[in-house]
T-cell receptor, first 108, second 113 residues
Framework: RKEVEQDPGPFNVPEGATVAFNCTYS??????FFWYRQDCRKEPKLLMS???SGNEDGRFTAQLNRASQYISLLIRDSKLSDSATYLC?????????FGKGTKLSVKP | DAGVTQSPTHLIKTRGQQVTLRCSPI?????VSWYQQVLGQGPQFIFQ???????GRGNFPDRFSARQFPNYSSELNVNALLLGDSALYLC????????????FGQGTRLTVV
């Protein structure tokens, strides 16, 4: 099993939709995990930091399922500006290991 | 406050040449990590330095090396460039070395011809 697996998408959704991404991982020695957002030809930007089993920030909810070894990101009421690639960083043993990213495209 | 800064932003090199990329972390951050990102993939971990010592190394050949200076800035060096080294090289800084969020610079886009 790969260290981090993430559905590359693309996810094409209409404005206002709710969309969820999952990311599975194989090794973990911590409970912290992160989601990054990357716009085309730009650097990744931190979207959410989670140091427990979950976190909610406005329209965004991130959760950790430690038993099944996956993390998720839920986006409610999608906006056009949410169109980007979302990179997961599951719990790791020190160095941040990124998923390949899931591409989201929000259409009018 | 300045974020993570990298130089140069773009670079074109010939196969077999050597390249040095530079990174200045956010003020107060003592950890610097380097990542390689090729098109369509997530960032791949190359090195992490914390308090001037190498704390982690990814699955990259010995042609890749790095160091961290007393002011916590860092350099990534790649020798004997191959076409496959063409990528976006990202530097990320964080407060400490483990389990904390990292903040990225804008990257250096390296093209090997």
């Amino acid at each position: 099993r790969k260290e981090v697996e993430q559905d590359p998408g693309p996810f094409n959704v209409p404005e206002g939709a709710t969309v969820a991404f999952n990311c599975t991982y194989s090794n973990s020695a911590s409970q912290s995990f992160f989601w990054y957002r990357q716009d085309c030809r730009k650097e990744p930007k931190l979207l959410m930091s989670v140091y427990s089993s979950g976190n909610e920030d406005g329209r965004f909810t991130a959760q950790l399922n430690r038993a099944s070894q996956y993390i998720s990101l839920l986006i409610r009421d999608s906006k056009l500006s949410d169109s980007a690639t979302y990179l997961c960083v599951p719990p790791s043993q020190g160095n941040l290991i990124f998923g390949k990213g899931t591409k989201l495209s929000v259409k009018p | 406050d300045a974020g993570v800064t990298q130089s140069p932003t773009h670079l074109i090199k010939t196969r077999g040449q050597q390249v040095t990329l530079r990174c200045s972390p956010i003020s107060g951050h003592k950890s610097v990590s380097w990542y390689q990102q090729v098109l369509g993939q997530g960032p791949q971990f190359i090195f992490q330095y914390y308090e001037k010592e190498e704390r982690g190394r990814g699955n990259f050949p010995d042609r890749f090396s790095a160091r961290q200076f007393p002011n916590y800035s860092s350099e990534l060096n790649v020798n004997a460039l191959l076409l496959g080294d063409s990528a976006l090289y990202l530097c990320a800084s964080s407060l400490v070395g483990r389990d904390t969020e990292a903040f990225f610079g804008q990257g250096t886009r390296l093209t090997v011809v």
